[in-house]
């Protein structure tokens, strides 16, 4: 449990201290590009999971929406990373996308992966919302 | 063999008669799809045609646009394919990312390259704004 | 304003005869980069298909295969696009994602849409074989 | 210097410590998706820098060859996320690319800048060779 809190906070630092680029943008930016690429990858992951678990976990809908969001958060992360002005408009967009996802997930009840993707929807939709 | 070596006019052709999806989405939304892919592949193109050129056509905040452009499109389009409601949210902002680039190339002057870019960029614009 | 109102066909004519990037490929890669847009476009509908069909059709390694088919297609026709010389490197891939895709498809038996998909996977793989 | 030697092997750990997906995949593999995943925003952050100092940096084959870089390590690294058996077709093609693209970072000379994204970029190739 520590260590699921204690990772995006010590990885986004390492990645601050690092990159030259990572020096130049805001802490803000760091962290949403981090929140970005692990929603993403929690996305596609959990689509794996759920596709196996079939039933309401395959359902159409769900799966769809994971795949959207998976896509915006690669693009978001992607338009940070290359220094764009227009990564507010994006970013508008990808917070929206997330929250609906997270939502999605939510309404799937106690399943453990699925809540972790509900959790990585909602701190990048966060993330999203204050760039 | 003959069908495979049609042009890509009577491909197109093809596609837009024979795709059971196609014919269940609304011709506004189709249309959209092909601006998106239109204007992504433009903007790929005139990437590698501003960068041959040089000077203010390798301007770093119109190369970075063009190539935010391209991706927010691409993520557009797949959204529509995918059928995922959400769709309407990338929408809009794919429809002002492509007006910001089609802004940058228009205050490039008299380039027919470059003009090629900024239509295909109005063009999406104003079909994801009518989703 | 008909002009754009016009059919997918009538736009795709104007697409393959105004672009200075196009005339400067090869038909045989402007044919590739094609391929490569409708296998992926193919392979998105599908997907949002077969999780609709459910059974067999929602099997994960078909869905999984279909949307990693997706990705890669996506990525040679932009790095065709781009003039990347690479762009070999990744035909390759492709041709062999695509096989297993067309392959997959296959196996699923006498279904008109997923037939579709086979076959847009085969023509991509033929096309990118050829790069 | 030090810290950049730390920063993969401890975020990996984390990372393979929290997620329930990475606990089922190899070591390997766990490695080649970080990897991928750093190539790629080098790559992108690389090219931000390069455009900007411009002169032989903005060379349009080195943007280029980046920029398709960048591609297929997103896809490389989304491939496998999604469990896709798929993998090792595209983790070959995207280590040549890697390795191209290395060898083209290093023809630049002694920029610091462009010598962390050779570094990415042979790292990413050695990953995914080992795939």
Known sequence: MQARRASPASRKKEYAMTHHSAEHRSQAMNDCILAC???????LETINYCLGEGGEHADPQHITLMSACADICDTCARTMLRGAEVH???CNACAEVCRQCAASCERMGDDAEVKRCAE???GCAEACAAM
Chains 1, 2, 3, 4 share one sequence.
């Not at 690429?37 to 996305?43: L, Y």
């Open 37 to 43: 690429q692990q929603c993403e990858a929690t996305c």
């Open 88 to 90: 507010t408009v994006v």
């Open 120 to 122: 990585a929807c909602r």
